[in-house]
């Protein structure tokens, strides 16, 4: 199972990354892993939302106490990883140009996000994101993850 695990739900780059995921979706299929995501929500709610607005229909985790997180040992962000100008340039982007908005703060507004690969219940490949602002290609990275 390829995980993505997200900024808080309302971060214009957890929203930038499910419409992201959607994209690759089939690509990591196709490389040999499920999807699944793990959010900040503490419920349906979000899930449903992530579902309704970027149509993707993947296995949804929610894990408001940040243990995943924290197995996997992502770090909470510093200030230039959080507020730096390329994070800034980037929020603009993907908030105002792209249309991706901003919400309620749900989660640790400080958390950043990571990806890993888990396989027969190990973390067999895990990769934290450098900042808030970090676009990973997530097809590619499931592919380095997998071996292909």
């Not at 919400?103 to 990806?115: E, R, S, Y």
């Amino acid at each position: 199972m390829f995980v993505a695990l997200l900024r808080h739900a309302g971060c214009t780059f957890h929203r930038e990354a499910l419409e992201d995921l959607q994209s690759a979706r089939s690509a990591i299929e196709q490389a040999g892993a499920e999807l699944a995501i793990v959010h900040m929500g503490d419920g349906a709610n979000d899930i449903e939302d992530a579902n309704e607005r970027y149509a993707l229909d993947a296995t949804h985790v929610s894990d408001p106490d940040r243990r995943l997180y924290q197995q996997l040992s992502l770090p909470r962000g510093s200030f230039t990883q959080l507020f730096g100008a390329e994070v800034i340039q980037r929020g603009f982007s993907a908030c105002v140009l792209k249309g991706h908005g901003v919400g309620t703060l749900k989660g640790d507004g400080f958390q950043l996000g990571g990806m890993a690969l888990v396989r027969d219940g190990r973390v067999a490949w895990s990769r934290p994101l450098k900042s808030a602002a970090e676009r990973p290609d997530y097809a590619a990275e499931a592919a380095v993850a997998l071996g292909v």
